[in-house]
Structures are given as C-alpha cells and as structure tokens.
C-alpha cells in the first residue's frame, strides 16, 4: 500500500519560515519524481516544486528564490523549505510521487495546510 505523509504545516506571519516533510512508504522511492503541489481556496492546484530522481528541480516563478526542494532516498522523504512566506502562499500543499519509469503509477498525500497571516 503506497502512502504519503506530509507534516510540517502550519500558521505563520509574512515573512516566516516552513518545512514541509512527506515521507513516502510502499514504493520503490529512488525511481520516483517528487513534487510539491498546492491549492488555494477557489483556484486550481498548481506545481509548486518538482525533483526528479536524479536530482534536477524545478520551481514555479513565484516560489522561486524562497522555496527549495530535497530528497532524502535513504530516508524516503522529500521536503519542501519556504522562506520568506507570503499571505498569497497561503494553500494546502499535497506531494506527489510519480513514477519515473510508468506515469500511471501517480500518487498524492493527503496534504497540509499553511496559512501565512498576521
């Protein structure tokens, strides 16, 4: 059974700081492409941050510079550190794990909140 667990949301001021966690279990992490996902109330979820299984990342224009995404394949995790918080950040973020090898094999946590307000 393939579960993804995030950790690490929460209430923040702009300005602030978050790590997110999601620990991975009942796959095959290291052939995995990683992402952070997130949706905001009334909008559609979007990528925010993708590592492949090699290592490459990727960042959606408006978390770059302040977000950075990581892998730990002896541990199964995937983070996400956010500096720099802003109130527009505010979502639920989701990971997903895809399959490097079959696209079809595409699984979402159950996401984490975080809202950035003073």
């Known amino acids: 059974q393939v579960q993804l667990v995030e950790s690490g949301g929460g209430l923040v001021q702009p300005g602030g700081s978050l790590r997110l966690s999601c620990a991975a279990s009942g796959i095959i992490f290291s052939i995995y492409h990683m992402s952070w996902y997130r949706q905001a109330p009334g909008k559609q979820r979007e990528l925010v941050a993708a590592?492949?299984?090699?290592?490459?990342?990727n960042y959606v224009d408006s978390v770059k510079g302040r977000f950075t995404i990581s892998r730990d394949n002896a541990q199964n995790t995937v983070s996400l550190q956010m500096n720099s918080l802003k109130p527009e950040d505010t979502a639920v973020y989701y990971c997903?794990?895809?399959?490097?090898?079959?696209?079809?094999?595409?699984?979402w946590g159950q996401g984490t909140q975080v809202t950035i307000s003073s």
């Open positions: 590592i492949t299984r090699g290592g490459s990342t």
């Open positions: 997903n794990a895809r399959s490097a090898f079959d696209g079809s094999r595409n699984y």
